[in-house]
């Protein structure tokens, strides 16, 4: 299901948010990047800076999604200005993600999935490991009562990559720090940590009603396949490690240092 905002024309948007005009131009003939039911992004060009922004527009309240995005210090998006219209419209300005900065998603439609690609098992890690480090700045301290959130919906439409793989001498890693190198978007439905939750998308879901940082785990061992793969796993697969093994085996690394940790049979030697 797509938010209103999406069916939303430019005419439509500078009636509705008449103060747009004097900083603001909307850029293309629709919304950027995947349909999303929490709202619709435009790319737009800030006349008062001279830079290219996205502009996130939706019929419901942003204002703790907006909270948060400023909040979290880490790897979530730079956030700008905030309107509301009268009409119970909600839009903020944050900063444009543009190449080499791709969706997640964009990245497992865009690659060439191969046998013995063992450089893309690495790449894989390296990007895990980056959205972990943002989650953790999400999930606050362990100890901590206050300032403790759940994504809710981690899943590759959500996840920025800054594409700048560059070959580094005397490691088989490539990517940037695990700082710059993935974003954590659309906060729409984050919940602090113990409270309801609702509107996740159910393909990277555990389907649990209450926001725990479990959900972002499950949703990364999904997302972590999913790009390892190219393939979606299904919930059945998730629930059971045997499961798991047989759809990694489906894009066996040609690494017997990995395939022989529990990808191959028991009695495979590591020589052979």
Known sequence: MTNAASALTKIQIGEIFPR???????????????????GAVWKARDLWLGREVALKLSNSDMAEELRLCRDIEGQTVRVFDYFRSEAGWNAYAMELLEPP??????????????????????????????????LSQIHG????????????????????????????PGTVFRMPSTESLIKILDMGISAENGSALSGYTP????????????????AVAVTFLELLTGVLPSRATMGHKARIRAFIQQMPSGSTYIDCSGLMSPDTSIGG
């Open 101 to 134: 900065w791709m969706s997640v998603s964009g990245f497992i439609r865009g690659h060439r999935y191969k046998l013995g690609d063992l450089q893309h098992y690495f790449d894989c890690l390296e990007i895990a490991r980056s959205l972990l480090s943002g």
């Open 203 to 218: 393909a990277y879901s555990p389907g649990k009603k209450v926001a725990r940082p479990g959900v972002d785990l499950y």
């Open 141 to 168: 301290r362990p100890y901590s009562r206050a300032g403790r959130f759940v994504h809710a919906d981690i899943k590759p439409d959500n996840l920025f990559l800054l594409l700048v793989p560059k070959k580094r």
């Open 20 to 38: 747009f005009a004097e900083r603001y131009t909307l850029l293309g003939f629709g919304p950027i990047g995947a349909p999303s039911g929490f």
